[in-house]
C-alpha cells in the first residue's frame, strides 16, 4: 500500500513558465491540461505551507533525519519483476515539500526523495535553485508511473507536468539505468 498524507490544496508555483525557457526532456511524450500544482523539484508551491499538517501512513521503518522520515521505495516492471530499490527521504508536509532536494548537493546512485502530494491530480516541477540533474518520476495514486522527465539544471525555467499523486526524484539517468519506464510500478516497502 502505498503512503498517504492529509494535507491541504496547493496552488501554481511563480517561476513555473519562466520566458525562454526549454522543453524538457521526457521519457513518455504527451501534451496535456494546465496543471492544478507546481512544485519547484526540490520544492513545493508558497500556497502549500499555509498551517497544513501531514500524517505519513505505512511507511515502513521510517527513521527522522533533519526534517525528513526515510523508507525505501521498489521500482518493479509492468510483470511485478524488481528493477531497483531506493532509499528516500519522505517530502509529505508543506514545509518538506517546499525544500525538497534544493538544500542537496548530489544524492548516492540510489538514494533520492518520494514527494507526496495531497492528491492525485496533475503536478509540475521546475529545477529552480538545484545543484544537480534529475529523473523526476511522477507516479499515480495506485503506484503506476505515468510520465519520467530527465531534468537538467542548464537554466530551464520550464515545468515538466504529468499526472500524479507521488513523485520520485532521484539522479538523472537512474530511469535508463534501472530500465524503469512509464507504466511500471513504483512503491513504498
Known sequence: M??????????????????????????????????????TAGESTAGERDGNTATAADTTEARTDDRYERTTVTASDA????LATVEVRVAD???????????TDSLSPDEGMWFVHPEEGRQAYVMR??????????????????RIFHADVAGTGAPYRARGKYVLEVNRGWANRTGLEAGDRVEPA
Open 2 to 39: 502505498l503512503a498517504g498524507v492529509a494535507v491541504g490544496a496547493s496552488a501554481l508555483a511563480g517561476c513555473a513558465d519562466s520566458p525562454g525557457s526549454r522543453a524538457p526532456t521526457e521519457t513518455e511524450p504527451g501534451p496535456g491540461p494546465s496543471d492544478s500544482t507546481a512544485t
Open 79 to 82: 510483470n511485478g519483476t524488481e
Open 129 to 146: 535553485g538545484m545543484s544537480f540533474p534529475l529523473d523526476i518520476v511522477f507516479v499515480d495514486a495506485n503506484g503506476t508511473v505515468t
Open 93 to 103: 508536509t508543506s514545509d518538506t515539500r517546499y525544500t525538497g532536494l534544493s538544500d
